[in-house]
C-alpha cells in the first residue's frame, strides 16, 4: 500500500512536469509539441490510473491530483479554443479559394483579349 502509494506519488509528480511543459507550449503556441507531449505523457496516466484503484488516496495527494486535473482541464479548453478557431480560418480559407476559382475564368478572358488586341496593335503598327 504505502509502495503503491509512493509510486502513485511519483507519477503524479512527473504529470505535474507535464502539465508545466504543457503550459510553456501552449504560450508559444506550438500545437504539435503538444500533442507529442501529449502522447509521451499517456502511459504515466494510465499507471496513475491503475495504481488509484489499489489504496485510496491521502488527502495531500488527492489536493495535488485535482490541482492537476483542473490544470489539465483549463490547458484542453484552451486548446479546444485554439482548434476551433483553425479550424474557422481554413473554412474563410477554403471560401475565399472558391470565390478565386470562380473569378479566375473571367481574368483569364480579359487577359486573352488583351494579349490578342495588342498582336493587333503591333501587326498595325
Do not use: W
Amino acid at each position: 500500500m504505502v509502495a503503491a502509494l509512493d509510486t502513485a506519488c511519483r507519477l503524479l509528480s512527473a504529470l505535474e512536469e507535464f502539465v508545466v511543459q504543457e503550459d510553456i507550449l501552449l504560450r508559444e503556441q506550438a500545437f504539435v509539441e503538444i500533442v507529442a507531449l501529449r502522447e509521451h505523457a499517456a502511459p504515466v496516466v494510465e499507471k496513475l490510473c491503475e495504481l488509484a484503484e489499489k489504496f485510496t488516496v491521502d488527502h495531500v495527494f488527492r489536493l495535488r491530483l485535482e490541482d492537476l486535473l483542473g490544470r489539465c482541464e483549463k490547458n484542453l479548453r484552451l486548446l479546444n479554443s485554439e482548434l476551433a478557431r483553425q479550424h474557422d480560418e481554413l473554412l474563410r480559407v477554403g471560401e475565399a479559394i472558391g470565390r478565386l476559382r470562380r473569378v479566375a475564368p473571367a481574368y483569364t478572358t480579359a487577359r486573352n483579349g488583351l494579349a490578342a488586341g495588342a498582336a493587333r496593335f503591333n501587326a498595325a503598327a
